[in-house]
């Protein structure tokens, strides 16, 4: 049964509200398009909704427990200190309900029209939006795809009462007595943390032989201190094979560093990466260029094969992160609009919300040797910094990369407290082609975290301060 079929027209038709596609539309209708979005969940996506806003509210939360429990160095004792999991839940779910109704309220004011369904392409300028009995036709002069991604699910634990995604972990309505991740990259790391924190006792499992792979090996080594600290048990060149559901949890089957070994726990949470939202849109339909894994194919302004049509996001070549999603968004909306704006990777931000936080911007070391470039390093301790220590996290460093002769800064790679914020500071510099010299003569607030970027600078220069060479 068909309800209603009608078709509109719009300048700009965006598919998905999420970081990505939000951006993309508020740019788009600040250009002076006429815009409307296609979203078949929630305004906000899964970033607002189910990943990285309410896991970082959960981690928030998590911290300031497990902080309540090693206080006593500073004279501070606390007793009887509890954990309401239905409340803290409550919390994270206000905080969600506050930023996807202030992107509503964005939308509004920006004449965006939202509509609820799923979108299919039935040609090069038109697709069809399906919600529920109802099937109505958009027809647009330039469209954004901005999709997202959803997580890989392993044959062998297929997603159900006992195995989590992300998605299911961050809605449970009790704290698990113990839990086995399956993937120790970030959103496993991240996760694990939390529970871990609250009291759950957690095992990962990772294929690899560090934690957080694709981070030098000497950031996730920090990590997995304090998560043995936390009671965690690491595994790592493990491989999860099956699993045997049992009255009360699972017991998980796996081969860690050749050995086979059973681990029973309440739940398993199986993170081992995304896969991209682009089989159910009928892309391939209307001869749009798609790589093995699904990614769409674009260029540098996020264009696909098919000119009037663009994708930006967890769906195109790229690390999946939010913050990249709405650059691109920013880029193809202007692209549409006719300036010529086009990506540039070089001053990307990873980060991960673990305990300590690790981030990284531009190159590495191993990068810079790959590439053949005389680079120096300065490497300054947050322990030699009197902010960390008066807060108790002095644990870790900056890390500076520059090209010897010219001292341009390259890269950066941050373990410690707020190197979420800090890393921020030095992907600025390397936009503009700052030198160790411009870090080092900016005048840093004192004292404060960001003061340990200024250290790295002069360290790297031959000149510290508060450090021996």
């Not at 964005?106 to 392409?121: C, D, S």
């Not at 309440?266 to 081992?272: S, W």
């Amino acid at each position: 049964m068909v309800v209603g079929e009608f078709t509109t027209e719009v300048d700009v038709l965006v598919i998905g509200a999420g970081p990505g596609g939000y951006v993309a539309a508020i740019r788009a209708a600040q250009m002076g398009k006429t815009v409307a979005v296609v979203e078949k969940a929630d305004i906000g996506g899964v970033c607002l909704n189910v990943g990285c806003i309410p896991s970082k509210a959960m981690i928030h939360a998590a911290h300031t427990y497990e902080h309540t429990q090693h206080t006593e160095s500073m004279g501070i004792t606390m007793e009887n200190v509890k954990v309401d999991f239905a409340k803290v839940q409550e919390w994270k779910s206000s905080i969600v309900k506050q930023l996807t109704g202030g992107v509503g309220s964005l939308f509004k004011g920006h004449k965006i029209q939202v509509i609820p369904g799923e979108a299919l392409f039935v040609s090069e300028n038109e697709v069809r939006v399906f919600h529920g009995y109802d099937v109505n036709r958009y027809r647009f002069e330039h469209c954004i795809i901005a999709t997202g991604s959803r997580p890989i699910e392993l044959p062998a634990f297929p997603f159900g009462k006992r195995v989590l995604s992300s998605t299911e972990a961050l809605s449970l309505t009790e704290l698990p007595k113990s839990l086995v991740v399956i993937g120790g990259g970030y959103i496993g790391i991240e996760l694990g943390t939390v529970f871990a924190k609250f009291g759950t006792k957690v095992t990962i499992l990772e294929g690899s032989d560090q934690i957080l792979p694709g981070f030098e090996p000497d950031m996730p080594r920090l990590v997995e201190r304090k998560l043995k600290k936390l009671g965690v048990t690491i595994n790592t060149k493990a491989l999860a094979q099956g699993m045997e559901e049992t009255e009360n949890g699972v017991i998980v089957k796996a081969e860690v560093k050749g050995e086979q070994q059973q681990i029973e726990a309440e739940y398993v949470l199986v993170t081992v990466g995304r896969r991209p939202n682009t089989d159910e849109l009928g892309v391939r339909d209307i001869g749009m260029n798609l790589t093995d894994r699904g990614l769409i194919v674009v260029d540098k302004q996020g264009r696909t094969n098919i000119p009037n049509v663009y994708a930006i996001g967890d769906i195109v070549a790229g690390p999946a992160l939010a913050h990249k999603a709405s650059y691109e968004g920013k880029v193809a909306a202007e692209a549409i609009a006719g300036h010529p704006a086009e990506v540039d990777y070089k001053a990307i931000p990873a980060v991960v919300f673990c305990d300590p936080e690790i981030a990284s911007v531009g190159i590495n070391e191993k990068e810079a040797k790959e590439k053949g470039i005389d680079y120096v390093v300065g490497r300054f301790p947050f322990a030699a910094n009197g902010r960390a220590l008066s807060v108790n996290a002095g644990e870790g460093y900056v890390k500076l990369i520059a090209e010897k002769e010219s001292n341009l800064v390259l890269g950066a790679q941050i373990v410690g407290p707020e190197a979420s914020n800090i890393i921020a500071e030095i992907g600025l510099a390397i936009e503009m082609g700052a030198t160790l010299e411009d870090i080092e003569l900016t005048i840093h607030a004192h004292p404060t975290l960001g003061e340990v970027t200024m250290e790295a600078a002069e360290l790297a220069l031959g000149r510290p301060i508060h450090v021996m060479k």
